[in-house]
């Protein structure tokens, strides 16, 4: 099982382009997660999936989009970069739920010019 | 604002010695409490979750819960220099936009 895994791994894009970062897990698991990690801010929830279908947000979803294509993957989407959005961004998945134990991708560093 | 508090470190011990981490949350309704490991330039990986008041042992592993003083902690025993890294205390205060907060981490380091 690969687990959790996050496309592309590092990406530079200059300041109104627009990206989508791809995550899948082989786990069969129902709830998937966004995070983005800054230096001094520890993590923080951008969105989350609770179960295929469904989308909600975090605490920090303003300049993101979301889509949970299946039960497997779940993509961010930024439509209009920011320099501000320059950040390290990690995809987790959970059996069912916030009780659940969450396991995290590899993350992608994102990095906007 | 649901808060988790961590000492940010660095925590240094020596090699073989007993390291406790510890973590304090704001929400008294708080559920199920988790640590992960995140080496430098890694993504966090999961230690332990823990739900009920008391200790829960894994290896070289005990979590701690303290739900009256709002109190988690984490002991490593016979700490090596692979245990290393920063520790990330998540505590959950039950589901929404809330779900899951992290602390930011404290940074052990395991002087040989």
């Known amino acids: 099982n690969a687990g959790v895994t996050q496309t592309p791994k590092f990406q530079v894009l200059k300041t109104g382009q627009s990206m989508t970062l791809q995550c899948a897990q082989d786990?069969?698991?129902?709830?998937m997660y966004w995070y983005r990690q800054d230096p001094g801010m520890g993590l923080r929830l951008i969105y989350y999936?609770?179960?295929?279908?469904?989308?909600d947000k975090g605490e920090v979803p303003n300049g993101y989009n979301v889509s949970r294509l299946n039960k497997r993957e779940f993509s961010l989407r930024l439509e209009s970069a920011a320099p501000s959005q320059t950040s390290v961004y990690f995809c987790a998945s959970s059996e069912a739920g916030w009780d659940y134990e969450q396991y995290f991708g590899p993350g992608t560093r994102l990095t906007v010019t | 604002q649901k808060e988790v508090e961590q000492n940010s470190g660095p925590l240094s011990v020596p090699e073989g010695a007993i390291a406790s981490l510890n973590c304090t949350y704001s929400?008294?309704?708080?559920?199920?409490f988790f640590w992960y490991r995140q080496y430098s330039g890694k993504s966090p990986e999961l230690i332990m979750s823990i739900y009920s008041n008391g200790d829960k042992e894994d290896g070289r592993f005990t979590a701690q819960l303290n739900k009256a003083s709002q109190y988690v902690s984490l002991l490593i025993r016979d700490s090596q220099p692979s245990d290393s890294a920063t520790y990330l205390c998540a505590v959950n205060s039950g589901g929404g936009a809330d779900g899951l907060t992290f602390g930011k981490g404290t940074h052990l380091i395991i002087q040989p």
């Open positions: 786990m069969n698991h129902n709830s």
């Open positions: 999936s609770a179960s295929e279908g469904t989308t």
């Open positions: 929400d008294r309704g708080s559920q199920s």
